[in-house]
């Protein structure tokens, strides 16, 4: 049947109806089916062993090969007490070593509202996934604050919380908060309810595999449309000795701390701790907003191991179905694959199965000459338990970023129960290039619990970003910056001020990501330069200032403003050819008809009325205007009740005016000299003393109403701009010691965990 008809011939209601059904199933056999839709990620912080706080930071461990195991601190237990060569010696383990996070009492509460009191009865695992979702966000350039109401799910990977067994071994201690404080389920609840977010929000605890099983259950919500976005975390603190002891016993801990993946000397893995957050999106959601993508996932899959060998036994043939099962989910060939990032404790046991398994599933079409590369982030940070699938993510996400697979530590012998000569195997053992191709590099992820619970992801880098162009030669920008307390504006001006001096993005971009994917708190700084050098050396006058100035970082709030219209504007007309020329969204608006023609006589009031309509269209609506003269026009026009503005003023009462009812800052929509009579309440005129410097001087305006509190629509600001999001320097919280002061119980090995140290 046509889907056209000859001129004069009708359709019948069947006939109607048959097209329709046809021209519905062609867009959807086009539309990408949404169980296979790839999803982006946009976002990602860290906190690893040996402090390690930002992926940059965990790039250069990476890259060089290095690790972060180290002794057991003295305020975690006293090792040498509980040490005992014999595996078998009740109460007592042969493993001295771990990877240890620094500060792990530390959190700001203050930021996020908490009182000291519940903040020492939270588990610190929930106090950093709080720090570490808001990184990430700011990491994706999405205000945190921009989220309240949204549909964004939230995924964590958790498996135990010493501290809250420490916590409740004290009864008389108990207060109202310490069950939700310590219970697995509110790590995730409570960064859902700290940024009011609506979509989804649990805890899935696998063992090792918890977080990767995490990012597979973001994946299914973000595809079955139950969110639009997804924080996934994952997190793991070893703050008790007990299950190191009952490790040992089971020979699980390697003897000399290290894990030795692959190699013939592997004896068992070594705990360590961590937190790792990711943002997702739907790629096409990502592309559309054009977030910076770090990497995409292109298919995953879960399954259990069954009846094996036994409870924690791994079994090959369940890894390879589940690593089968996300490349038929991804829909990619074996062959398609280049590097897999391995569970890879470092077990006598686990890692034959395990190879064995890469093995088979991804040895079909591939060529005897492309091995596939492996390696195991665990070799350099320990086994992260809970947190671990998401370690290795965070690699492998790097590792397509700076295009080199960084090389896998402990290999001196490999483990002589493989063949590996006639495997298609290989371990990265030395830096190896990873650079784009005629395909895109590809790589799986695994991760397996000792429930049974083994989970595979495929990843894909990222697609190039569409190249921008900046549509303006280099011009003046405005440069904000905000924090919820003046030492936090200070800590963030100065990681500014050397990360700049560094080197990287145009000035252009970093303004756009800093204005519009921050959240803007009551401690402000804006600043107004040229160039990335212009800027650091204000960041410089800036500090020095805030070292001794208070006022230069005091708090502000969120100003109600007024309009002044002044008289007659001298050159309106070329004022309002340079803005329009620099500024887009000024522009539609003068070209928007109720605007008015800027007709001869009449520019004055045309330039103020679209000054006006441009503030109010970035969300700064005036409560009250009034002008003088001329200005009249336009400040009954901009007034919010018409009938109230002011239709005449004397010059001796401009001054009583602009102090009207429930205004307590303002805008003067003409030049500084038309300011004199509110210069003394520092009220910031949209225009200069030329049009030559027009742009610049709206600025310089702007500079003076985020620093006194205005709230502005940077995205309205930027509408119509060429400007490309860039990674920033993250938010620096001020960081206290909470920690619930309790004696332990029993015999946690002579000082126990030295709570009376870390409280003192």
């Not at 009551?522 to 330069?529: F, N, Q, T």
Request: charged share 20%; glycine share 8%; net charge neutral.
């Amino acid at each position: 049947m046509p889907d056209t008809l000859p001129p004069g011939e009708t359709l019948t209601p069947v006939k109607r109806a048959l097209i329709e059904i046809r021209r519905l199933r062609a867009q959807l056999a086009a539309a990408p089916s949404r169980d296979a839709e790839k999803l982006a990620i946009v976002g990602m912080a860290v906190r690893l062993p040996g402090g390690i706080a930002s992926p940059g930071a965990f790039w250069e461990v990476l890259r060089e090969g290095e690790h972060r195991i180290s002794g057991t601190p003295r305020e975690r237990w006293d090792s040498d007490a509980l040490f005992d060569a014999d595996a078998d010696a009740p109460g007592k383990t042969y493993s001295r070593h771990a990877g240890f996070l620094n500060d792990v009492e530390q959190f700001d509460a203050a930021f996020f509202g908490i009182t000291p009191r519940e903040a020492e009865s939270m588990d610190p695992q929930q106090r950093m996934l709080l720090e570490l979702a808001w990184e990430a966000l700011e990491d994706a350039l999405i205000p945190p604050t921009a989220l309240a109401g949204s549909r964004t799910g939230v995924f964590v990977g958790l498996s135990n919380s010493d501290y809250g067994r420490l916590l409740l071994e004290q009864r008389d201690d108990i207060d109202a908060y310490s069950s939700f404080g310590v219970a697995l389920s509110i790590a995730a609840g409570r960064i859902s309810y700290a940024l009011d977010l609506r979509g989804p929000s649990l805890v899935v605890d696998t063992a090792c595999s918890s977080s990767l099983a995490a990012v597979h259950l973001a994946c299914t919500s973000l595809r079955r449309a139950e969110c639009d976005l997804a924080i996934v975390g994952g997190s793991n603190l070893v703050l008790t000795p007990e299950a190191t002891i009952s490790f040992s016993h089971a020979r699980m801990l390697a003897r000399d701390g290290q894990c030795k993946t692959f190699d013939a000397a592997a004896d068992g893995y070594v705990r360590g701790e961590g937190c790792v957050t990711l943002v997702l999106k739907r790629l096409r959601d990502a592309t559309e907003s054009g977030d910076r993508v770090l990497a995409v996932i292109r298919g995953c899959a879960i399954n259990h191991d069954g009846r094996s060998a036994g409870l924690t036994a791994p079994n090959g043939p369940a890894q390879e179905a589940v690593i089968a099962a996300a490349l038929r989910d991804a829909g990619v060939l074996p062959a398609d694959i280049d590097y897999v990032e391995a569970h890879g404790t470092g077990t006598a046991l686990g890692d034959p199965i395990e190879v064995g398994a890469l093995a088979a599933a991804y040895s079909p079409g591939r060529a005897p000459d492309r091995k596939l590369l492996v390696g195991s982030v665990k070799t350099n940070l320990g086994h992260l338990e809970a947190a671990a699938g998401l370690a290795g993510l965070a690699k492998v996400v790097l590792s397509l970023q700076h295009e080199t697979l960084p090389p896998h530590r402990n290999l001196a012998v490999p483990n002589p129960h493989l063949a590996w000569q006639s495997l298609p195997v290989s371990v990265v053992t030395a830096p190896t290039p990873w650079r784009p191709g005629g395909r895109p590099r590809r790589a799986g992820l695994s991760s397996f619990g000792f429930s049974g619970s083994n989970v595979h992801l495929v990843l894909e880098e990222a697609p190039a970003p569409l190249a921008v162009e900046h549509s303006s030669p280099e011009r003046d920008e405005l440069f904000v910056l905000s924090a919820r307390s003046a030492a936090a504006l200070h800590a963030l001006a100065e990681s500014y001020r050397a990360w700049l001096r560094a080197g990287g993005h145009s000035l252009a971009d970093i303004c756009y990501s800093a204005a519009t994917g921050r959240a803007h708190h009551r401690h402000r700084l804006a600043l107004v330069a040229r160039d990335r050098r212009e800027l650091a050396a204000e960041l410089e006058a800036w500090l020095a200032r805030s070292a001794t100035d208070a006022p230069a970082s005091a708090s502000v709030s969120a100003p109600q403003l007024a309009f002044f219209c002044p008289a007659r504007i001298e050159r309106a007309a070329d004022y309002l050819a340079a803005l329009s020329a620099a500024c887009p969204p000024f522009a539609a608006i003068c070209n928007d008809p109720s605007t008015g023609p800027a007709v001869p006589g009449a520019e004055s009031a045309s330039l103020q009325r679209a000054l006006g309509r441009f503030c109010v269209s970035l969300g700064l609506t005036p409560v009250a205007a009034f002008g003088v003269g001329s200005g009249v026009v336009a400040a009954a026009d901009l007034h919010p009740s018409p009938a109230m503005a002011v239709t005449a003023l004397a010059p001796s009462q401009i001054a009583d005016a602009a102090r009207a009812p429930g205004a307590d800052f303002g805008v003067v929509l003409g030049t500084a000299a038309d300011a004199a009579p509110v210069s003394a309440m520092g009220w910031p005129a949209l225009l200069g003393a030329s049009p030559d410097f027009a742009w610049s001087d709206l600025l310089r305006a702007f500079q003076a109403l985020y620093g006194a509190g205005a709230d502005c629509d940077w995205r309205a600001f930027y509408r119509g701009t060429a400007r490309r999001k860039v990674s920033l320097p993250t938010y620096r919280f001020q960081r206290q010691r909470f920690w619930r002061p309790v004696s332990p119980r029993g015999n946690r090995g002579g000082a126990g965990f030295a709570w009376t140290q870390l409280v003192a």
